[in-house]
Structures are given as C-alpha cells and as structure tokens.
C-alpha cells in the first residue's frame, strides 16, 4: 500500500483552555490528492491545518506525513515536506523585493548563488509571476500577492500543500488566475475554503469538518448535491450556482 501523504489518526486537541476543537478526527488523503476541507467558522479547520506541520502537536491522536510522524524531533523534516500558504498574504511577504522574499525559505535551508536563482526562477515562472520579481510586494494587487505568497511557498518544493482560503478576497479574474496555477502544480493539496465552487472546480474530494469532528469525506459533487447536509453544517452554494455536468 502507498505510504499516505497525510495520515491523521483519532486526533483530539484542546487548547489551554479545555475547550475541545478537535475531537477524534481520522482522515487520510493519498499522494496527489486534492482535497477541500469544508466546514462552518470555529469548526477546527484551522487549528487541524497547523498539526500537519507541527505548529500545534497532537496530544491524543497521531498525525503522519509521508509516513513521518510530525513531533518534536521531525517538526524541522517535516516543515520542508508540507508548505502552508495562509490567508493573509502579508503573513508570508515582508521583504523589500518579490524575489527576496522568495528566496528567504531556499535560503534558510542553505541554498545560494546558481542553485538558489533558480529556485526562485522556477518558483515565480510556476505561479506566472516572473515579470514581478523585482517588485515590492506591497505594489502589487491582491491576486498577485496570492501567488507571490504561493511562489514563496513552492520555493522550498513541499510534496504537500496546504492552503487556507485561497480565493478569499480575489476577483474573478485572480481567482481563475490562482485556479489555474494550483491545477498545474503536482503536489498533494489541502484547500481549506468556505468558498463551495471553487472546492468544486478544484478538488475530486472533499471533507466536512464540524465541531472538530470529520461528518462528510466523499465526492466533491456528491457532498455539494447534498443541500441537507450542506445545510445541517452551515453551508451553502451560493444562489443559481449549478454543479458541473457529470458523466
Ligand atoms: N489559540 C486559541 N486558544 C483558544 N481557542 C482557540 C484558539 N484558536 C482557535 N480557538 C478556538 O478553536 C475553535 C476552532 O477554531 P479554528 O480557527 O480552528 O476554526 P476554523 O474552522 O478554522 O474557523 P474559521 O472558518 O472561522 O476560520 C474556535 O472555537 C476558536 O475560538
């Protein structure tokens, strides 16, 4: 059997104070997955998101990455394996230039000179921002910063990606812009999103968090058809959205 790209086993957290957010969450997606993690505000999609790589640390429960259990002594490993992209692109772009700040991850691993260029070369050609480079982060519109954060992420050529609301805030022209990056890159993906046709135009799988519990993990399309469910979890497509034909 392939070794998951993500193996989340009866995960329960609390944090210090005693609340409950995740409460025996089992979910396991396979190397090249794309996945959307779909849930109501405060359901622990967030708090699940930084256990995948050792932000917060399972005390009940087990979390593996590529077969690596993500503790104390693997977090550094395991950092370079999964990649989180974070809502607020200015979390991940604080350097003078597009291009420093893609090379601040590559570098912190000991890339330089050639090797390193063309990390940064590659990482920005990958989200179509090559023009950029040497821009300030801070003049380029919301959708480029998206993809700059994302180049700054690829950079350091995580297997696994994790991205928390991608398309929050973009218009319809970036959306498509990051939807078409995301579709060429490879890599395994977890997209957590309150945003239903973008999970459906990227992901073939989806999974329902609520109160830090897994109630959904099938389809995309079978979950989104199911307005009951979508509706006990507090979501919704938006108004006249229809669901792509199927074969
Ligand atoms: N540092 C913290 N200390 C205590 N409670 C927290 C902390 N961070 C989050 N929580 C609580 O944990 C619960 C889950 O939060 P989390 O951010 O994981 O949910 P979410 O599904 O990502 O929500 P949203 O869709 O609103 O971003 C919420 O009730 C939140 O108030």
């Known amino acids: 059997m392939t070794t998951p790209a993500i193996d989340v086993a009866d995960v329960t957290f609390r944090?210090?104070?005693?609340?409950?957010?995740?409460?025996?969450?089992?979910?396991?997606?396979?190397?090249?997955?794309?996945?959307?993690?779909?849930?109501?505000?405060?359901?622990?999609?967030?708090?699940?998101?930084?256990?995948?790589n050792g932000v917060l640390l399972a005390a009940d429960g087990h979390v593996a990455v590529n077969g690596i259990t993500v503790a104390r002594n693997t977090v550094r490993a395991i950092r370079r394996d999964v990649g989180l992209v974070f809502q607020d692109p200015d979390d991940q772009l604080f350097m003078p230039t597009l291009a420093d700040d893609v090379a601040f991850g590559p570098a912190n691993f000991g890339l330089c000179g050639a090797e390193l260029q063309q990390r940064v070369d590659e990482a920005l050609a990958a989200v179509e921002m090559t023009e950029h480079a040497g821009r300030s982060p801070h003049h380029l519109s919301g959708g480029q910063r998206r993809r700059g954060a994302l180049a700054t992420v690829l950079a350091c050529r995580p297997s696994i990606l994790v991205l928390d609301?991608?398309?929050?805030?973009?218009?319809?022209?970036?959306?498509?812009?990051?939807?078409?990056?995301?579709?060429?890159?490879?890599?395994?993906?977890?997209?957590?999103?309150?945003?239903?046709?973008?999970?459906?135009?990227?992901?073939?799988?989806?999974?329902?968090?609520?109160?830090?519990?897994?109630?959904?993990?099938?389809?995309?399309?079978?979950?989104?058809?199911?307005?009951?469910?979508?509706?006990?979890?507090?979501?919704e497509l938006p108004w006249g959205f229809a669901l792509p034909a199927r074969t």
């Open 15 to 52: 944090y210090p104070d005693g609340r409950t957010v995740l409460d025996g969450v089992n979910l396991t997606i396979a190397p090249g997955e794309r996945v959307a993690l779909l849930g109501p505000n405060g359901a622990g999609k967030t708090t699940l998101m930084l256990h995948l």
């Open 165 to 235: 609301e991608p398309s929050a805030n973009l218009d319809p022209t970036a959306r498509s812009e990051l939807a078409r990056t995301l579709t060429r890159l490879d890599t395994t993906m977890l997209i957590v999103t309150h945003d239903l046709p973008y999970a459906a135009q990227l992901c073939e799988r989806a999974i329902i968090l609520d109160a830090g519990r897994v109630v959904a993990d099938g389809a995309t399309h079978r979950i989104l058809a199911d307005s009951e469910l979508l509706a006990r979890h507090r979501l």
